[in-house]
């Protein structure tokens, strides 16, 4: 998977800052930014340059963890579970990503159950307000078909939550965070338009998980903005629930716009 890299918070969202699409997101990016960069000064941060995916087996239809084969449980729904995508401007050079933990990997934390934080950063090139919407819907079907043996995922999208298992076998034949960054950077990186995928995991605390809630019901208001543009074509802001936030999110201003043009 590559070695531990020099921390390097900051450099996700900084570049081409004015394109369109990065205003869906840019005080997600500054909160993470700082937010990284805090827990490196602290110590706390292990950063891994991917060099590409690990070889690990898919499960097709049998990825079943249950009872005794339950290695590590993350983000259980007793427990705190935050998980979301963002998406920013690119340089439009493909570079891979990185890996951000915070808090113990996946073979420290056997026979755990851990509160889990993931967040994945996109950086890609050509969104416009006509095509934001679809390559939202692309990422989120890259992030459901995530398939590694032994590793069961369980999603529920609109809450922003993910609860995962890992099995006995997969822990033993070194299944680590190393390999599912490894594989979600190169999903995400094999669409023509994303340059870059970085992914943060965060199993740290409770506190810490939940330190990134606000950004993610930021990006659920956000995401469900442009699902009901897009699927409702419903483009009365004084009747709409969620004007308040299109009236703070350029982008999504620029997105209806766009979109009443084509209705009309």
């Given at each position: ?24 997101f840019r005080e997600q990016f500054d909160f993470i930014d700082s937010w990284l960069a805090k827990r490196a000064g602290r110590k706390q941060l292990t950063t ?84 934001t919407y679809a390559r939202y819907r692309q990422l989120e079907a890259v992030r459901y ?120």
């Amino acid at each position: 998977m590559g070695g531990i890299g020099t921390p390097d918070p900051g450099r996700f969202c900084r570049e081409d800052a004015g394109q369109f699409f990065m205003e869906l997101f840019r005080e997600q990016f500054d909160f993470i930014d700082s937010w990284l960069a805090k827990r490196a000064g602290r110590k706390q941060l292990t950063t891994i340059t991917d060099s590409g995916p690990a070889v690990w087996p898919t499960a097709g239809q049998r990825n079943l963890v249950i009872g005794r084969d339950i290695a590590v449980e993350l983000g259980h729904p007793d427990d705190a579970s935050v998980a979301f995508i963002v998406w920013g401007a690119s340089p439009g050079v493909r570079r891979g990503g990185r890996i951000y933990r915070v808090g113990p990997d996946l073979p420290a934390s056997q026979g755990q159950r851990r509160p889990f934080g993931k967040v994945v950063m996109i950086r890609g090139s050509g969104f416009d307000a006509d095509n934001t919407y679809a390559r939202y819907r692309q990422l989120e079907a890259v992030r459901y078909a995530i398939d590694l043996k032994g590793y069961m995922m369980r999603a529920v999208s609109q809450a922003n939550r993910e609860w995962s298992r890992v099995s006995q076998t997969a822990l033993e034949k070194g299944f680590s965070f190393g390999v599912l960054g490894g594989a979600l950077i190169a999903a995400f990186t094999a669409i023509e338009w994303v340059d870059r995928a970085d992914v943060l995991f965060v199993t740290s605390s409770r506190a810490d998980v939940m330190d990134l809630q606000p950004l993610a019901e930021r990006v659920r208001q956000v995401t469900a903005a442009m699902n009901k543009m897009s699927e409702e074509m419903n483009f009365d802001c004084e009747s709409c629930s969620y004007a308040e936030v299109c009236g703070d999110v350029a982008g999504l201003r620029a997105m209806r716009e766009a979109m009443g043009k084509r209705d009309a």
